[in-house]
């Protein structure tokens, strides 16, 4: 319980308000701290439905967000954008002191790192960065000893109120992420129900694997959990299946906030009115058929297929990418991701080969699925 309000309570009345009525109109004063949790062991509350903000090209959004009472905003614009980060910096001004954001960076060095945390503010218009992300923290050498200084000089400085790190590879630098847990005060990762789905062992109503022991784990460590791809990478057809996904994600007491990446008024208002809402039955029926639809395509990024290709591909990247392109309707992020594998990968065309040697074991159709990689991003 936090102040009057609990999270489940949150979620069904909170934002319930704007939306119940379609003429109603929004509320004067943002209600960002109503159910709001803290995150992990930092002093940060997040309101449970958070906003992505990559794609957000009017103020209005912003507004609009923060009268439905959404308190948390991760701002990670590719550093080309900067003048969609500078958008949004003007957008949240009159609500900076209710709100809690957050950037990030995929820079390695200490150098690169501080530079980036300093445009990004200065962009923003800020001192100070509520959640600093690294980004794309793969493996323990991109958490070395001088990245994690490096931090915790920021945080110690004050320039920032915690550090976060993200990664398509969580099982690989859980135990690391544990290990640094003195720095590391959040993780955003992969947090739907085609990734927490697997296993038929259930503990509190969700499913006891591997990837929610590693969850537990760092919990446990006081690290929290920022749910990553909540709408399952743009793969889920219909508002009803995203409706369901979103509250699956937001009944999930394991991940604290959901930070949703939406385009237009219209997605936003979606998403309100899916988390105003209760979980049932029904939900249940539609996830398992979205999943049914779904898993010949959907990579979960479990990456137990790195090193099996025959060509040396990085499979799960490369649906990574497709999914920038096609799921997020982001081609040119998608290609320029591409773009950063060596041209000797970049020239690979899976059609060349008569078998394939990487097997998913979610039932994948990997050889397909990089094959329309290649045609799409080359």
């Not at 085609?194 to 296993?199: L, P, R, T």
Request: proline share 4%; glycine share 8%; charged share 20%.
């Amino acid at each position: 319980m936090i102040g009057e309000l609990s999270r489940r309570e949150w979620i069904a009345g909170s934002l319930a308000a704007p939306v119940a009525v379609q003429a109603a109109a929004p509320p004067k004063t943002p209600r960002v701290w109503n159910g709001a949790v803290l995150l992990g062991r930092s002093d940060l509350r997040v309101t449970p439905l958070g906003m992505g903000c990559e794609e957000v090209r009017d103020v209005h959004l912003i507004e609009r967000a923060c009268e439905f009472g959404i308190g948390y905003f991760n701002c990670f614009i590719p550093q080309n954008s900067a003048g969609n980060l500078a958008l949004f910096g003007d957008a949240i001004r009159p609500y900076r002191k209710s709100v809690v954001i957050s950037a990030g960076s995929n820079a390695k060095t200490r150098d690169s790192i501080l530079k980036s945390f300093d445009d990004q503010a200065a962009l923003l218009k800020t001192d100070t960065i509520d959640l600093w992300y690294l980004t794309s923290r793969q493996t323990e050498e991109h958490l070395s000893p001088e990245v994690l200084e490096t931090l915790r000089t920021l945080r110690q400085q004050g320039r920032c109120r915690a550090i976060g790190i993200t990664t398509h590879a969580f099982a690989q630098i859980s135990d690391h992420l544990v290990r640094s847990a003195d720095v590391i005060d959040a993780a955003m990762i992969t947090g739907n129900f085609a990734v927490w789905s697997k296993g038929d062992t259930y503990v509190n109503g969700y499913p006891e694997t591997g990837f929610a022991t590693n969850v537990r784990k760092l919990r446990a460590a006081g690290i929290g959990i920022v749910g990553m791809k909540p709408l399952v990478g743009g793969s889920l057809k219909t508002v009803e299946e995203r409706a369901a996904a979103l509250r699956w994600v937001l009944e999930n007491p394991m991940i604290d906030t959901a930070p949703v990446c939406v385009r237009s008024i219209k997605e936003l208002e979606e998403n309100v009115r899916a988390s105003a809402q209760i979980a049932g039955i029904k939900d249940e029926r539609i996830l398992r058929s979205g999943l049914l639809g779904i898993s010949s395509e959907y990579c979960r990024m479990c990456r137990s297929c790195d090193g099996t290709c025959r060509r040396n591909l990085p499979i799960a990247d490369l649906m990574r990418f497709l999914t920038y392109a096609e799921g997020y309707g982001d081609p040119a992020r998608g290609r320029a991701s591409f773009q950063q594998l060596p041209q000797s990968m970049q020239a690979v065309r899976c059609q060349d080969c008569s078998t394939c040697t990487v097997v998913c074991p979610n039932g994948v159709r990997v050889q397909d699925q990089i094959a329309h990689a290649q045609q799409v991003l080359a």
